[in-house]
């Protein structure tokens, strides 16, 4: 769906952020406001039509839009330049990957502006429950949530019912599911591990410990607690037997498996069923979605995240509330956001979108509970952390690579991986 990583960028943005890195953003409170003063909006190709209507629909905050190249790592390249040049720093940005964020909150940047009294309790409070909390240390929050990425369990509702199958309600049951599938429908697939789709989708819905970061300087990891090592049990005999792809669901040698009828179910992002799971199997009312499953010795379940997209104000800014009032209204906007290729972080918006999902004759049942649902269910343990491409690429080295064989000593090299990363990214990490 998106880009995986533009390496030159990243290598930019992380050197001149370390050359200073070590503390916390700093708001510039110094910068004289101007009412009247002009804003520059930086947003991805997919927001520039609906960002150009909105500036359009709002001339009174004097917007200019740019479209940046979104390929990971070069807004934040882009955003060190021109902090540390002083000229040309945009006054709001969308990222479609959240994780930049984090690079952008510690010394030298301190780009990101605390949006706290800027926005208000009643744009901050009508997003999904949790949507903020990445982007939210010690009360204040620095970004406003566009869209989310939470997971669901996609099913083929067609299949099921044919091969005689319930819809897992547990990951022990998942587990029990993936087994019997080996066994009596050798090569139908129960989706990818792959990078974030089981990173953040799996050990992220079971509250594992990786990027739970409770400061822009401070991460907890720790791969050793129950959280974690629950998710072997389960996703280690699925890779072993094949119903779990080590493949990204989006690579050439697997997209046959969908398109072969072959993909029985996935634990998946939200967007998935639209971008993933439609385009290769097109046929009407076969596919549904379900709540997660919840984990051994969980209460409740949890959604993980793969994917969406935030807003951000500079503390650079000589016109942070126009500023803001653009953020937050591409953000929260009904009209806006019902075009969104997301689900929307906005409870409003996701009302109003949610109705265009409920009358697609594409899902074999309405998805809109599923979906609003899981959004405020999105593990609290899922930080925007500087290391997050780092941790998939270990992830994959390490967990993935094992196949399920001896898949303890490949979580924990996965941990020596991950928080090697997180100390070159300059984080304090506890946990381990």
């Known amino acids: 769906m998106k880009a995986r990583l533009a390496v030159v960028p990243l290598l930019a943005v992380t050197s001149l952020m370390l050359a200073g890195c070590g503390g916390q953003n700093e708001s510039k409170s110094d910068v004289k406001q101007d009412a009247g003063a002009p ?29 940046v190249d979104n390929t990971h790592g070069n807004i934040s390249a882009q955003i060190a330049l021109a902090v540390k040049a002083k000229k040309d720093v945009p006054d709001a940005i969308f990222l479609s990957y959240p994780d930049e964020i984090a690079g952008m909150m510690v010394n030298p940047v301190n780009y990101a502006l605390p949006l706290n009294d800027v926005v208000g309790p009643d744009v901050l409070g009508g997003f999904a429950k949790g949507s903020t909390a990445a982007c939210t240390f010690e009360g204040k929050t620095y970004c406003l949530p566009n869209d989310l990425a ?15 199958y319930t819809v897992p309600k547990t990951f022990d049951e998942w587990l029990a599911l993936g087994l019997k599938v080996g066994k009596e429908h050798p090569g139908y697939s129960l989706g990818s591990v792959n990078s974030r789709y089981g990173l953040n989708a799996y050990y992220g819905s079971s509250g594992c410990a990786f990027s739970a970061s409770s400061s822009p300087t401070t991460v907890k990891i720790d791969l050793k607690s129950p959280e974690c090592t629950r998710v072997n049990d389960v996703i280690g005999p699925l890779l072993a037997n094949k119903t779990l792809s080590p493949l990204d669901p989006f690579d050439a040698a697997y997209t046959p498996v969908v398109k072969s009828g072959k993909l029985l179910a996935s634990i998946s992002p939200s967007w998935m069923g639209d971008y993933g799971i439609k385009p290769t199997a097109p046929k009407e009312g076969d596919w549904a979605a379900a ?56 409870t409003a918006a996701a009302d109003a979108w949610l109705k265009k999902v409920a009358k697609d004759g594409w899902y074999a049942e309405d998805p809109s509970a599923v979906y609003r649902d899981a959004a405020g269910r999105i593990s609290p343990t899922l930080g925007f952390v500087r290391f997050q491409v780092q941790a998939e690429d270990a992830f994959n080295a390490t967990v993935v690579k094992s196949r399920g064989r001896d898949i303890g000593a490949a979580l ?11 100390k070159s990214a300059s984080y304090t990490v506890k946990g381990e």
């Open 39 to 67: 804003i520059t909006i930086w947003v991805d190709d997919t927001r520039t039509k609906p960002a150009q209507e909105f500036a359009a629909a709002h001339p009174d905050l004097k917007a200019t839009i740019k479209s």
């Open 150 to 164: 939470q997971t669901v369990l996609y099913y083929n509702k067609s299949l099921f019912k044919e091969f005689g």
């Open 291 to 346: 709540p997660m499953p919840t984990w051994k010795g969980a209460t409740t379940n949890a959604s993980g995240t793969a994917g969406g997209g935030i807003w951000v104000v500079s503390a650079l800014s000589k016109n942070r509330d126009a500023a803001a009032k653009f953020a937050s209204g591409m953000a929260t906007d009904p009209a806006v956001q019902s075009t969104s290729p997301g689900y929307p972080a906005s």
């Open 412 to 422: 924990t090299a996965f941990g020596d991986r991950v928080s090697k990363a997180a």
